[in-house]
């Protein structure tokens, strides 16, 4: 069975400290593809990051930052320097490479960054 | 601007009262999608077209219908709406061949719905 778990419900920091949301998923493909995804307040979903599952080279995007581990199957998210607008629900998402391209979700991890 | 757009953003209605929302993308995209987003429940997928006039079911599509007779659009009809479909709705597309899969979802703004 595929599945994403993302344990940290919420998450509550001070502005300019640095955190990591986990994303821990489950399947038997060797071949598929991990998300993040924000949904800020105003409920949009965003995409942030695509990663296929041959690729394990760890992504930085200015202060975003993501470590894919296969060994530990993990696709973890780390912001530096957090600010308030970061202040968002953060999603990460399995895709399993099939012909329906159905992602399954993770529950979400609630951040909130304080000023 | 590349984008899926939505309409409507905010409804409300009461049970039984057919309503359609619809779905628009601009970015020539073969794949469309339409999810919903509860509590506790996290995004769950109604329906999925692969191409105009390829449409199927997803792992949650009772109480729902779709169509796809053009491209761009993908409206999802309810034909009779009933409280449990009180959701908060969105629709996404992407595209499919593989040599293009390094395209991600893009998602609308969602629709939220109140069936009472």
């Known amino acids: 069975a595929q599945k994403v778990t993302q344990a940290q419900t919420e998450i509550s920091v001070v502005e300019k400290e640095d955190v990591t949301l986990d994303c821990v998923y489950e399947?038997?493909?060797?071949?598929?593809?991990l998300f993040w995804y924000k949904q800020p307040p105003s409920g949009e979903l965003v995409f942030l990051i695509r990663?296929?599952?041959?690729d394990e080279q760890n992504e930085i995007s200015g202060r975003y930052s993501w470590n894919f581990q296969k060994s530990t199957s993990s696709f973890n998210f780390t912001i530096t320097a957090s600010q308030v607008v970061d202040s968002a629900v953060y999603f990460c998402?399995?895709?399993?490479?099939?012909?329906?391209?159905?992602?399954?979700w993770g529950l979400g991890t609630s951040l909130a960054v304080n000023p | 601007e590349a984008q899926v757009t939505q309409n409507p953003r905010y409804l409300i209605t009461v049970t039984g009262k057919k309503l359609t929302v619809t779905c628009s993308q601009n970015?020539?995209?073969?794949?469309m999608s339409w999810y919903r987003q509860d509590p506790g429940l996290g995004l769950r997928q109604i329906y999925y077209s692969m191409n105009v006039e390829v449409t199927d079911k997803g792992d949650v599509p009772e109480g729902y219908k779709v169509s796809r007779k053009e491209k761009r659009n993908f409206p999802l009809i309810l034909e009779s709406p009933s409280p449990n479909q009180t959701s908060l709705y969105f629709c996404?597309?992407?595209?499919?061949?593989?040599?293009?899969?390094?395209?991600?979802?893009?998602f609308g703004n969602g629709t939220r719905l109140t069936v009472t």
């Open positions: 990663r296929n599952s041959f």
């Open positions: 970015m020539n995209h073969e794949y």
């Open positions: 996404a597309s992407s595209q499919t061949t593989s040599r293009s899969y390094n395209s991600p979802l893009h």
């Open positions: 998402a399995l895709d399993n490479a099939g012909n329906n391209r159905k992602l399954i």
């Open positions: 399947t038997r493909d060797t071949t598929y593809y």
